[in-house]
Protein backbone atom coordinates (compact mmCIF):
# COMPACT_ATOMS: atom_id res chain seq x y z
CA UNK A 1 0.00 0.00 0.00
CA UNK A 2 1.18 3.28 -0.58
CA UNK A 3 2.54 5.65 2.28
CA UNK A 4 1.80 8.85 0.02
CA UNK A 5 -2.33 8.11 0.64
CA UNK A 6 -4.04 9.92 3.31
CA UNK A 7 -3.88 6.41 5.87
CA UNK A 8 -4.47 8.85 9.02
CA UNK A 9 -6.95 11.48 7.56
CA UNK A 10 -8.94 8.10 6.33
CA UNK A 11 -8.73 6.95 10.06
CA UNK A 12 -9.88 9.63 11.54
CA UNK A 13 -12.82 10.70 9.61
CA UNK A 14 -14.34 7.51 8.75
CA UNK A 15 -15.57 7.05 12.22
CA UNK A 16 -16.65 10.21 12.14
CA UNK A 17 -18.77 9.72 9.52
CA UNK A 18 -20.21 6.69 11.23
CA UNK A 19 -21.41 8.52 13.95
CA UNK A 20 -22.98 11.19 12.24
CA UNK A 21 -24.81 8.30 10.15
CA UNK A 22 -26.42 6.66 13.51
CA UNK A 23 -26.94 9.92 14.61
CA UNK A 24 -28.91 11.06 11.30
CA UNK A 25 -30.17 7.86 10.87
CA UNK A 26 -33.46 7.77 8.74
CA UNK A 27 -35.97 5.99 11.22
CA UNK A 28 -36.38 2.57 8.81
CA UNK A 29 -32.19 1.96 9.37
CA UNK A 30 -32.13 3.17 13.53
CA UNK A 31 -33.25 -0.54 14.19
CA UNK A 32 -29.87 -1.84 12.45
CA UNK A 33 -27.59 0.52 14.52
CA UNK A 34 -25.88 -2.27 16.08
CA UNK A 35 -24.93 -3.77 13.04
CA UNK A 36 -23.98 -0.24 11.55
CA UNK A 37 -22.07 0.32 14.52
CA UNK A 38 -20.26 -3.18 13.93
CA UNK A 39 -19.51 -3.00 10.59
CA UNK A 40 -18.61 0.32 10.84
CA UNK A 41 -15.71 -0.22 12.96
CA UNK A 42 -14.70 -3.40 11.38
CA UNK A 43 -13.90 -1.72 8.46
CA UNK A 44 -12.19 0.40 10.47
CA UNK A 45 -9.88 -2.08 11.97
CA UNK A 46 -9.46 -3.58 8.05
CA UNK A 47 -8.03 0.10 7.73
CA UNK A 48 -5.34 -0.04 10.27
CA UNK A 49 -4.52 -3.07 9.22
CA UNK A 50 -4.26 -1.38 5.45
CA UNK A 51 -2.03 1.21 7.11
CA UNK A 52 0.19 -1.26 8.85
CA UNK A 53 0.73 -2.13 5.14
CA UNK A 54 1.84 1.01 4.22
CA UNK A 55 4.22 1.46 7.17
CA UNK A 56 7.98 0.77 7.20
CA UNK A 57 7.84 -1.04 10.52
CA UNK A 58 12.14 -1.77 9.85
CA UNK A 59 12.77 2.01 10.59
CA UNK A 60 9.15 2.58 13.20
CA UNK A 61 11.33 5.09 15.33
CA UNK A 62 10.51 7.38 12.44
CA UNK A 63 7.30 9.55 11.96
CA UNK A 64 5.66 7.96 8.98
CA UNK A 65 2.27 8.23 7.02
CA UNK A 66 2.88 12.29 7.45
CA UNK A 67 0.42 14.76 6.44
CA UNK A 68 0.84 18.43 7.12
CA UNK A 69 -1.69 20.98 6.36
CA UNK A 70 -1.90 24.88 6.86
CA UNK A 71 -4.86 25.14 9.40
CA UNK A 72 -4.66 28.58 11.36
CA UNK A 73 -1.53 29.99 10.27
CA UNK A 74 -2.32 33.51 11.99
CA UNK A 75 -1.38 31.36 15.05
CA UNK A 76 0.72 29.06 14.09
CA UNK A 77 -1.62 25.81 13.42
CA UNK A 78 -1.22 23.40 11.40
CA UNK A 79 -3.32 19.70 10.81
CA UNK A 80 0.32 17.67 11.05
CA UNK A 81 -0.63 13.98 11.85
CA UNK A 82 2.09 11.38 11.58
CA UNK A 83 3.20 7.93 13.76
CA UNK A 84 5.82 6.00 14.89
CA UNK A 85 6.08 2.22 15.68
CA UNK A 86 4.38 3.57 19.22
CA UNK A 87 1.64 5.52 18.04
CA UNK A 88 0.56 2.68 15.33
CA UNK A 89 0.48 0.18 18.20
CA UNK A 90 -1.90 2.49 20.51
CA UNK A 91 -4.37 3.17 17.26
CA UNK A 92 -4.14 -0.84 16.29
CA UNK A 93 -5.18 -1.69 19.98
CA UNK A 94 -7.95 1.04 19.98
CA UNK A 95 -9.63 0.22 16.72
CA UNK A 96 -9.29 -3.76 18.25
CA UNK A 97 -10.85 -2.69 21.27
CA UNK A 98 -13.96 -0.87 19.64
CA UNK A 99 -15.58 -3.38 18.09
CA UNK A 100 -15.50 -5.72 20.76
CA UNK A 101 -17.25 -3.04 23.01
CA UNK A 102 -20.04 -2.31 20.20
CA UNK A 103 -20.51 -6.24 20.60
CA UNK A 104 -20.47 -6.14 24.65
CA UNK A 105 -23.37 -3.60 24.44
CA UNK A 106 -25.44 -5.44 21.88
CA UNK A 107 -28.59 -6.22 24.58
CA UNK A 108 -27.60 -3.15 27.03
CA UNK A 109 -30.10 -0.60 27.30
CA UNK A 110 -33.21 -3.06 26.49
CA UNK A 111 -35.07 -3.54 23.96
CA UNK A 112 -38.05 -1.26 23.06
CA UNK A 113 -37.60 1.65 20.89
CA UNK A 114 -37.36 4.34 22.96
CA UNK A 115 -34.39 2.30 24.56
CA UNK A 116 -32.71 1.24 21.15
CA UNK A 117 -32.42 4.68 20.07
CA UNK A 118 -30.23 5.82 23.73
CA UNK A 119 -28.29 2.79 22.46
CA UNK A 120 -27.86 4.43 19.34
CA UNK A 121 -27.02 7.38 20.38
CA UNK A 122 -24.56 5.38 22.81
CA UNK A 123 -22.64 3.37 20.08
CA UNK A 124 -22.48 7.00 17.78
CA UNK A 125 -20.49 8.14 21.07
CA UNK A 126 -18.37 4.99 20.79
CA UNK A 127 -17.37 5.94 17.01
CA UNK A 128 -17.01 9.98 17.47
CA UNK A 129 -14.32 8.59 20.50
CA UNK A 130 -12.69 6.29 18.17
CA UNK A 131 -12.11 9.64 15.87
CA UNK A 132 -10.74 11.43 18.63
CA UNK A 133 -8.59 8.74 19.83
CA UNK A 134 -6.68 8.04 16.16
CA UNK A 135 -6.09 11.82 15.74
CA UNK A 136 -4.71 12.49 19.39
CA UNK A 137 -2.10 9.32 18.91
CA UNK A 138 -1.12 10.58 15.57
CA UNK A 139 -1.17 14.25 15.95
CA UNK A 140 2.29 16.08 15.18
CA UNK A 141 0.92 19.72 16.35
CA UNK A 142 0.70 20.70 19.79
CA UNK A 143 -2.07 23.09 19.14
CA UNK A 144 -3.74 20.09 17.60
CA UNK A 145 -2.67 17.88 19.97
CA UNK A 146 -3.95 19.56 22.92
CA UNK A 147 -7.69 20.32 20.71
CA UNK A 148 -8.02 16.68 20.50
CA UNK A 149 -6.81 16.18 23.83
CA UNK A 150 -9.65 18.30 25.33
CA UNK A 151 -12.17 17.48 22.41
CA UNK A 152 -11.84 13.87 24.16
CA UNK A 153 -14.13 14.66 26.76
CA UNK A 154 -17.34 15.58 25.02
CA UNK A 155 -18.19 11.96 24.31
CA UNK A 156 -16.91 10.06 27.26
CA UNK A 157 -18.89 12.90 29.73
CA UNK A 158 -21.81 11.84 27.97
CA UNK A 159 -21.01 8.08 27.98
CA UNK A 160 -20.95 8.30 31.70
CA UNK A 161 -23.08 10.72 32.62
CA UNK A 162 -25.96 9.86 30.31
CA UNK A 163 -25.42 6.18 30.50
CA UNK A 164 -23.88 5.16 33.88
CA UNK A 165 -25.43 4.25 36.94
CA UNK A 166 -27.05 5.93 39.91
CA UNK A 167 -24.29 8.06 40.57
CA UNK A 168 -23.14 8.92 36.75
CA UNK A 169 -23.60 12.53 36.78
CA UNK A 170 -21.39 13.07 39.75
CA UNK A 171 -18.99 10.78 38.32
CA UNK A 172 -19.06 12.31 35.09
CA UNK A 173 -18.71 16.14 36.90
CA UNK A 174 -15.70 14.87 38.75
CA UNK A 175 -13.98 13.43 35.47
CA UNK A 176 -14.74 16.53 33.68
CA UNK A 177 -13.27 19.11 36.20
CA UNK A 178 -10.33 16.89 36.68
CA UNK A 179 -9.51 17.01 33.08
CA UNK A 180 -10.95 20.29 32.21
CA UNK A 181 -8.47 21.98 34.92
CA UNK A 182 -5.17 19.63 33.71
CA UNK A 183 -5.92 20.69 30.17
CA UNK A 184 -5.97 24.55 31.27
CA UNK A 185 -2.57 24.44 33.07
CA UNK A 186 -1.65 22.86 30.06
CA UNK A 187 -2.98 25.14 27.99
CA UNK A 188 -0.90 27.90 29.72
CA UNK A 189 2.34 25.87 28.81
CA UNK A 190 0.95 25.38 24.95
CA UNK A 191 0.93 29.48 24.20
CA UNK A 192 3.76 30.03 26.64
CA UNK A 193 5.81 27.49 24.44
CA UNK A 194 4.48 28.65 21.27
CA UNK A 195 5.86 32.17 22.33
CA UNK A 196 9.16 30.92 23.51
CA UNK A 197 9.79 28.79 20.35
CA UNK A 198 10.66 29.56 16.50
CA UNK A 199 7.25 31.25 16.04
CA UNK A 200 5.68 31.61 12.10
CA UNK A 201 2.70 29.95 10.74
CA UNK A 202 4.03 26.37 11.59
CA UNK A 203 5.21 27.76 15.17
CA UNK A 204 3.05 24.67 17.04
CA UNK A 205 4.82 22.09 14.49
CA UNK A 206 6.28 19.27 17.14
CA UNK A 207 9.63 18.78 15.06
CA UNK A 208 9.76 22.84 15.16
CA UNK A 209 9.44 23.59 18.59
CA UNK A 210 11.83 20.62 19.43
CA UNK A 211 14.51 22.70 18.31
CA UNK A 212 13.49 25.93 20.48
CA UNK A 213 16.03 27.11 23.04
CA UNK A 214 14.36 27.38 26.18
CA UNK A 215 15.86 28.91 29.23
CA UNK A 216 15.93 26.54 32.43
CA UNK A 217 13.45 28.25 34.39
CA UNK A 218 11.19 27.91 31.67
CA UNK A 219 11.40 24.47 30.66
CA UNK A 220 10.82 23.57 33.91
CA UNK A 221 7.92 25.45 34.32
CA UNK A 222 6.19 24.30 30.75
CA UNK A 223 7.02 20.83 31.56
CA UNK A 224 4.98 20.85 34.62
CA UNK A 225 2.13 22.72 33.06
CA UNK A 226 2.11 19.44 30.51
CA UNK A 227 3.07 16.81 32.96
CA UNK A 228 0.32 17.49 35.46
CA UNK A 229 -1.90 17.73 32.61
CA UNK A 230 -0.97 13.96 31.50
CA UNK A 231 -0.66 12.99 35.29
CA UNK A 232 -4.50 13.72 35.54
CA UNK A 233 -4.93 11.67 32.42
CA UNK A 234 -2.96 8.75 32.87
CA UNK A 235 -3.96 8.42 36.25
CA UNK A 236 -1.05 8.89 38.55
CA UNK A 237 -1.24 9.66 42.31
CA UNK A 238 -1.87 11.69 43.69
CA UNK A 239 -4.46 13.37 40.98
CA UNK A 240 -6.36 9.64 40.61
CA UNK A 241 -9.23 10.21 42.56
CA UNK A 242 -11.68 10.59 39.79
CA UNK A 243 -11.14 7.06 38.15
CA UNK A 244 -12.71 4.94 40.59
CA UNK A 245 -15.78 7.01 40.75
CA UNK A 246 -15.71 7.14 36.83
CA UNK A 247 -14.94 2.90 36.13
CA UNK A 248 -17.78 2.51 39.15
CA UNK A 249 -20.55 4.34 37.10
CA UNK A 250 -19.89 3.99 33.80
CA UNK A 251 -21.19 0.86 31.46
CA UNK A 252 -18.64 -1.80 31.11
CA UNK A 253 -17.82 -0.64 27.78
CA UNK A 254 -16.96 2.67 28.51
CA UNK A 255 -15.09 1.43 31.31
CA UNK A 256 -12.65 -0.56 28.59
CA UNK A 257 -12.05 2.30 26.52
CA UNK A 258 -11.47 4.97 29.62
CA UNK A 259 -9.17 2.75 30.86
CA UNK A 260 -7.65 0.58 28.27
CA UNK A 261 -7.10 3.77 25.47
CA UNK A 262 -8.39 7.55 27.00
CA UNK A 263 -5.76 6.82 30.02
CA UNK A 264 -3.03 5.56 27.30
CA UNK A 265 -3.10 9.32 26.11
CA UNK A 266 -1.33 10.78 29.46
CA UNK A 267 1.23 8.27 29.37
CA UNK A 268 1.74 8.76 25.42
CA UNK A 269 2.15 12.56 25.96
CA UNK A 270 4.73 12.13 28.35
CA UNK A 271 6.85 9.96 26.19
CA UNK A 272 6.34 11.81 23.46
CA UNK A 273 6.11 15.77 24.13
CA UNK A 274 7.24 15.85 27.72
CA UNK A 275 10.72 14.18 26.71
CA UNK A 276 11.41 15.53 23.50
CA UNK A 277 10.46 19.21 24.36
CA UNK A 278 11.97 19.46 27.97
CA UNK A 279 14.46 17.05 27.77
CA UNK A 280 17.04 18.86 30.55
CA UNK A 281 13.58 19.07 32.52
CA UNK A 282 12.67 15.43 32.30
CA UNK A 283 16.20 14.85 33.76
CA UNK A 284 15.25 17.59 36.13
CA UNK A 285 12.13 16.08 37.28
CA UNK A 286 13.04 12.41 36.94
CA UNK A 287 13.60 11.15 40.33
CA UNK A 288 10.35 12.97 42.05
CA UNK A 289 8.56 11.42 39.51
CA UNK A 290 10.19 7.57 39.83
CA UNK A 291 9.19 8.22 43.58
CA UNK A 292 5.48 9.21 42.83
CA UNK A 293 5.50 6.58 40.20
CA UNK A 294 6.14 3.71 42.76
CA UNK A 295 3.72 5.29 45.38
CA UNK A 296 1.23 4.82 42.76
CA UNK A 297 2.70 1.16 42.01
CA UNK A 298 1.95 0.22 46.08
CA UNK A 299 -0.87 2.50 46.58
CA UNK A 300 -3.06 1.49 43.20
CA UNK A 301 -2.33 -2.60 44.65
CA UNK A 302 -3.08 -2.06 47.96
CA UNK A 303 -6.44 0.08 47.53
CA UNK A 304 -7.51 -2.98 45.33
CA UNK A 305 -7.10 -5.59 47.80
CA UNK A 306 -9.54 -3.74 50.16
CA UNK A 307 -11.99 -2.62 47.12
CA UNK A 308 -15.95 -4.33 47.99
CA UNK A 309 -16.63 -2.94 44.46
CA UNK A 310 -15.86 -5.00 41.38
CA UNK A 311 -15.51 -2.12 39.23
CA UNK A 312 -13.64 0.17 41.20
CA UNK A 313 -11.42 -2.99 42.38
CA UNK A 314 -10.06 -2.75 38.40
CA UNK A 315 -10.11 0.68 38.19
CA UNK A 316 -7.55 0.80 41.15
CA UNK A 317 -5.44 -1.99 39.55
CA UNK A 318 -5.18 0.30 36.75
CA UNK A 319 -3.60 3.01 39.05
CA UNK A 320 -1.19 0.40 39.61
CA UNK A 321 0.22 -0.65 36.35
CA UNK A 322 0.29 3.27 35.32
CA UNK A 323 2.77 3.02 37.68
CA UNK A 324 5.04 0.46 36.21
CA UNK A 325 4.52 2.60 32.77
CA UNK A 326 5.51 6.37 34.21
CA UNK A 327 8.46 4.21 35.94
CA UNK A 328 9.87 2.65 32.95
CA UNK A 329 9.55 6.02 30.99
CA UNK A 330 11.46 8.11 33.42
CA UNK A 331 13.70 5.63 34.05
CA UNK A 332 15.07 6.22 30.92
CA UNK A 333 17.12 3.03 29.80
CA UNK A 334 16.09 1.57 26.31
CA UNK A 335 14.87 -1.17 28.03
CA UNK A 336 12.48 0.58 30.40
CA UNK A 337 11.29 2.92 27.58
CA UNK A 338 10.46 -0.10 25.41
CA UNK A 339 8.99 -2.17 28.09
CA UNK A 340 6.80 1.06 29.07
CA UNK A 341 5.66 1.20 25.37
CA UNK A 342 4.64 -2.40 25.13
CA UNK A 343 2.96 -2.06 28.18
CA UNK A 344 0.31 0.38 27.21
CA UNK A 345 -0.95 -1.70 24.50
CA UNK A 346 -0.93 -4.82 26.88
CA UNK A 347 -2.57 -3.29 29.50
CA UNK A 348 -5.84 -2.14 27.10
CA UNK A 349 -5.78 -5.46 26.14
CA UNK A 350 -6.05 -7.55 29.72
CA UNK A 351 -8.12 -4.37 31.41
CA UNK A 352 -10.29 -4.37 28.98
CA UNK A 353 -10.93 -7.77 28.93
CA UNK A 354 -11.37 -7.70 32.42
CA UNK A 355 -13.91 -4.92 32.47
CA UNK A 356 -15.68 -6.61 29.77
CA UNK A 357 -16.05 -9.77 31.86
CA UNK A 358 -17.13 -8.09 34.87
CA UNK A 359 -20.05 -6.15 32.75
CA UNK A 360 -21.29 -9.44 31.87
CA UNK A 361 -21.24 -10.69 35.36
CA UNK A 362 -22.36 -7.82 36.76
CA UNK A 363 -25.51 -7.57 33.95
CA UNK A 364 -26.51 -11.19 34.98
CA UNK A 365 -26.35 -10.32 38.84
CA UNK A 366 -27.45 -6.95 39.18
CA UNK A 367 -24.42 -5.74 41.45
CA UNK A 368 -21.41 -4.70 41.36
CA UNK A 369 -20.40 -6.06 44.79
CA UNK A 370 -17.71 -8.84 45.31
CA UNK A 371 -19.64 -10.12 48.23
CA UNK A 372 -22.99 -10.14 46.29
CA UNK A 373 -20.79 -13.50 43.67
CA UNK A 374 -19.76 -16.95 45.45
CA UNK A 375 -19.43 -20.71 43.32
CA UNK A 376 -20.04 -19.24 40.12
CA UNK A 377 -17.10 -21.42 38.40
CA UNK A 378 -19.44 -24.40 38.10
CA UNK A 379 -22.25 -22.54 37.42
CA UNK A 380 -20.44 -20.24 34.47
CA UNK A 381 -17.37 -21.92 33.55
CA UNK A 382 -16.31 -20.19 30.50
CA UNK A 383 -17.07 -16.96 32.23
CA UNK A 384 -14.51 -17.77 34.81
CA UNK A 385 -12.28 -19.29 32.62
CA UNK A 386 -11.82 -16.44 30.80
CA UNK A 387 -11.60 -13.77 33.97
CA UNK A 388 -8.96 -16.12 35.45
CA UNK A 389 -6.89 -16.08 32.00
CA UNK A 390 -7.54 -12.09 31.73
CA UNK A 391 -6.43 -11.73 35.76
CA UNK A 392 -3.65 -13.38 34.73
CA UNK A 393 -2.33 -11.39 32.22
CA UNK A 394 -2.78 -8.43 34.96
CA UNK A 395 -0.63 -9.92 37.22
CA UNK A 396 2.12 -10.38 35.19
CA UNK A 397 1.87 -14.46 34.78
CA UNK A 398 4.57 -15.90 32.31
CA UNK A 399 3.36 -16.42 28.92
CA UNK A 400 0.81 -13.51 29.02
CA UNK A 401 1.75 -10.72 27.23
CA UNK A 402 1.84 -7.85 30.42
CA UNK A 403 5.10 -10.30 31.71
CA UNK A 404 7.18 -9.61 29.34
CA UNK A 405 6.38 -5.59 29.62
CA UNK A 406 6.60 -5.59 33.15
CA UNK A 407 9.93 -7.66 33.38
CA UNK A 408 11.36 -5.29 30.52
CA UNK A 409 9.96 -2.46 32.78
CA UNK A 410 11.66 -3.73 35.81
CA UNK A 411 14.95 -5.24 34.44
CA UNK A 412 15.80 -1.54 32.47
CA UNK A 413 14.60 0.19 35.46
CA UNK A 414 17.07 -2.12 37.74
CA UNK A 415 20.09 -0.57 35.45
CA UNK A 416 19.73 2.70 36.46
CA UNK A 417 17.88 3.14 39.76
CA UNK A 418 17.76 -0.21 41.27
CA UNK A 419 16.04 1.00 44.92
CA UNK A 420 13.15 1.68 42.89
CA UNK A 421 13.31 -1.08 40.73
CA UNK A 422 12.83 -3.53 44.27
CA UNK A 423 10.17 -1.32 45.77
CA UNK A 424 8.06 -1.33 42.75
CA UNK A 425 8.59 -5.37 42.12
CA UNK A 426 6.64 -5.53 45.34
CA UNK A 427 3.42 -4.52 42.81
CA UNK A 428 3.73 -8.06 41.52
CA UNK A 429 3.38 -9.84 44.83
CA UNK A 430 0.41 -7.32 45.27
CA UNK A 431 -1.26 -8.01 41.81
CA UNK A 432 -1.11 -11.64 42.89
CA UNK A 433 -2.66 -11.01 45.91
CA UNK A 434 -5.97 -8.54 44.52
CA UNK A 435 -6.35 -11.05 41.54
CA UNK A 436 -6.15 -14.51 42.98
CA UNK A 437 -8.26 -13.24 45.79
CA UNK A 438 -10.95 -11.70 43.74
CA UNK A 439 -11.22 -14.59 41.70
CA UNK A 440 -11.57 -16.79 44.93
CA UNK A 441 -14.71 -14.38 45.91
CA UNK A 442 -16.65 -14.84 42.56
CA UNK A 443 -15.99 -18.03 41.69
CA UNK A 444 -14.72 -20.63 44.07
CA UNK A 445 -16.51 -21.89 47.21
CA UNK A 446 -20.04 -23.90 46.74
CA UNK A 447 -22.83 -21.93 44.26
CA UNK A 448 -24.97 -19.86 46.06
CA UNK A 449 -28.37 -20.93 45.97
CA UNK A 450 -29.87 -17.67 44.35
CA UNK A 451 -27.05 -17.46 41.42
CA UNK A 452 -28.18 -20.98 40.11
CA UNK A 453 -29.30 -21.17 36.56
CA UNK A 454 -27.33 -18.12 35.51
CA UNK A 455 -26.16 -18.32 31.94
CA UNK A 456 -22.77 -18.33 31.25
CA UNK A 457 -21.15 -16.41 28.10
CA UNK A 458 -23.34 -16.72 25.11
CA UNK A 459 -21.58 -16.62 21.45
CA UNK A 460 -21.46 -12.96 20.78
CA UNK A 461 -19.87 -12.85 24.71
CA UNK A 462 -17.23 -14.98 23.79
CA UNK A 463 -16.78 -13.09 20.40
CA UNK A 464 -16.46 -9.57 22.41
CA UNK A 465 -13.66 -11.60 24.64
CA UNK A 466 -11.88 -14.20 22.57
CA UNK A 467 -9.74 -12.04 20.35
CA UNK A 468 -8.38 -10.11 23.33
CA UNK A 469 -7.30 -13.39 25.39
CA UNK A 470 -5.87 -14.42 21.73
CA UNK A 471 -3.54 -11.48 21.85
CA UNK A 472 -2.66 -12.11 25.46
CA UNK A 473 -1.41 -15.18 24.55
CA UNK A 474 0.38 -14.30 20.58
CA UNK A 475 1.86 -11.39 22.34
CA UNK A 476 2.91 -13.55 25.06
CA UNK A 477 4.95 -16.19 23.94
CA UNK A 478 6.04 -14.14 20.34
CA UNK A 479 6.39 -10.62 21.49
CA UNK A 480 9.23 -10.26 18.76
CA UNK A 481 7.01 -8.41 16.21
CA UNK A 482 5.89 -6.24 19.05
CA UNK A 483 8.80 -5.49 20.51
CA UNK A 484 10.38 -3.97 17.18
CA UNK A 485 7.84 -2.04 16.98
CA UNK A 486 8.31 0.14 20.52
CA UNK A 487 12.48 -0.39 20.60
CA UNK A 488 13.88 1.93 17.76
CA UNK A 489 11.30 4.70 18.67
CA UNK A 490 12.45 4.54 22.64
CA UNK A 491 16.05 4.64 21.08
CA UNK A 492 15.02 8.19 19.36
CA UNK A 493 13.38 8.93 22.74
CA UNK A 494 16.42 8.47 24.84
CA UNK A 495 18.53 10.24 21.96
CA UNK A 496 16.46 13.37 22.35
CA UNK A 497 16.42 13.68 25.99
CA UNK A 498 20.07 13.56 25.74
CA UNK A 499 20.68 10.45 27.87
CA UNK A 500 23.54 7.74 27.40
CA UNK A 501 21.40 3.76 27.68
CA UNK A 502 22.61 1.98 30.50
CA UNK A 503 23.38 -2.08 29.16
CA UNK A 504 20.85 -4.11 31.15
CA UNK A 505 21.84 -7.96 31.49
CA UNK A 506 18.87 -9.40 30.28
CA UNK A 507 17.91 -6.73 27.37
CA UNK A 508 18.00 -9.41 25.16
CA UNK A 509 15.64 -12.20 26.92
CA UNK A 510 12.22 -10.91 26.03
CA UNK A 511 12.47 -12.27 22.66
Known sequence: ?????????????????????????????????????LAWSLVELVLVGLAFTAFD????????????????????????????GVG???????????????LAAWREQGSQEGVSDRLRGYL??????????????????????YVVFEAMLIPVYFMIGAFGGAQRRYAAVKFLLYSLAGGLIMLVGVIALYLQGPGGPEGFLTDNLVTADLAPTTEKWLFVAFFIAFAIKAPMFPVHTWLPDAAEQAPAGTSTLLVGVLDKVGTFGMLTL?????????????????????VSILYGALLAIGQK???????YTSVSHFGFIVLGIFAFTSTSVAGSSFYMVNHGLSTGALFLLAGFLVARRGSQQIADFGGLQKIVPVLAGLFLVAGLSALSLPGLSTFVSEFMVLVGTFARHPAAAIVASTGVVLAAIYILWTYQR??????????????????????????????MLVLGFVPGPALDLVRPPAAVTLDQVGVTDVPAAAEGSDQ
Open 57 to 84: TGDSGTVQLTETHRWIPAIGTSYAVGVD
Open 124 to 145: ALVLLLEAFIVAVFAARDVFLF
Open 274 to 294: CLPLFPDASRWAAPVIIVLAV
Open 1 to 37: MSPDFPWLTTLIAWPVLGALLLWLAPRGLRAHARMIA
Open 309 to 315: DLMRLIA
Open 88 to 102: LALIAMSALLVPLVV
Open 442 to 471: IFTGPPREELEGMPDLRARERWAVAPLIAA
